[in-house]
Antibody
Framework: EIQLQESGPGLVKPSQSLSLTCSVT?????????WSWIRKFPGNKMEWMGY???????NYNPSLKIRISITRDTSKNQFFLQLNSVTTEDTATYYC???????????WGQGTLVTVSS | AIVLNQSPSSIIASQGEKVTITCRAS???????LHWYQQKPGAFPKLVIY???YRASGVPSRFSGSGSGTSYSFTISRVEAEDVATYYC?????????FGSGTKLEIK
């Protein structure tokens, strides 16, 4: 059974970079599908941030394009989120998820809360 | 970006009641790429309906979806206590993928 698990710091200072890891078990990320980061803000708004495909290409939400980077380590079956120059408005629960282009996100991690605060 | 206007923002229903949530898109969407999720407190979003009207694995038959173009709906035919959650529509028809603002379902 496929499982995704986010990990990373729960507190980041303003202007610094947020870095998260998604560890995938039960499926090899190079075998297929797209591997996304999605966040949920306080107050329930959900935002798709971007994905890295099974081939390694990336697709980012234009609203984040200058600040975001999604990379991977295929040897560890992990993919990563880096979000630069964070502000308090980046405080959210961050999820990793598996999808494929426009088809649904059928598998999600449990989510990790990241608070941006000094 | 396609904006999904989801309504109502909250519903208070009695057990056994029928509830319907509407999701209206700012531009036409392929019905293949409109999906609905259920998120219970403290949990990740769970796929309930995909491609407008197909129930995900293990989802009870009281959940259904319909629609086309810019107008979509999600229905619970007879609400049960376990359905308390926030429900979201999501489109994958156009980049960036976007979500509706959510509908919080509570039981009287």
């Amino acid at each position: 059974e496929i499982q995704l698990q986010e990990s990373g710091p729960g507190l980041v200072k303003p202007s610094q970079s947020l870095s998260l890891t998604c560890s995938v078990t039960g499926y090899t990320i190079t075998s297929g599908y797209d591997w996304s980061w999605i966040r949920k803000f306080p107050g329930n708004k959900m935002e798709w941030m971007g994905y890295i495909s099974n081939s390694g290409s990336t697709n980012y939400n234009p609203s984040l394009k200058i600040r975001i980077s999604i990379t991977r380590d295929t040897s560890k079956n992990q993919f990563f989120l880096q979000l630069n120059s964070v502000t308090t408005e980046d405080t959210a629960t961050y999820y990793c998820a598996r999808g494929h282009y426009g088809y649904p996100f059928a598998y999600w991690g449990q989510g990790t809360l990241v608070t941006v605060s000094s | 970006a396609i904006v999904l206007n989801q309504s109502p923002s909250s519903i208070i229903a009695s057990q056994g009641e029928k509830v319907t949530i509407t999701c209206r898109a700012s531009s036409s969407i392929s019905s293949n790429y409109l999906h609905w999720y259920q998120q219970k407190p403290g949990a990740f979003p769970k796929l309930v309906i995909y491609s407008t009207s197909y129930r995900a694995s293990g989802v009870p038959s009281r959940f259904s979806g319909s629609g086309s173009g810019t107008s979509y709906s999600f229905t619970i035919s007879r609400v049960e206590a376990e359905d308390v959650a926030t429900y979201y529509c999501q489109q994958g028809s156009s980049n960036p993928f976007t979500f509706g603002s959510g509908t919080k379902l509570e039981i009287k």
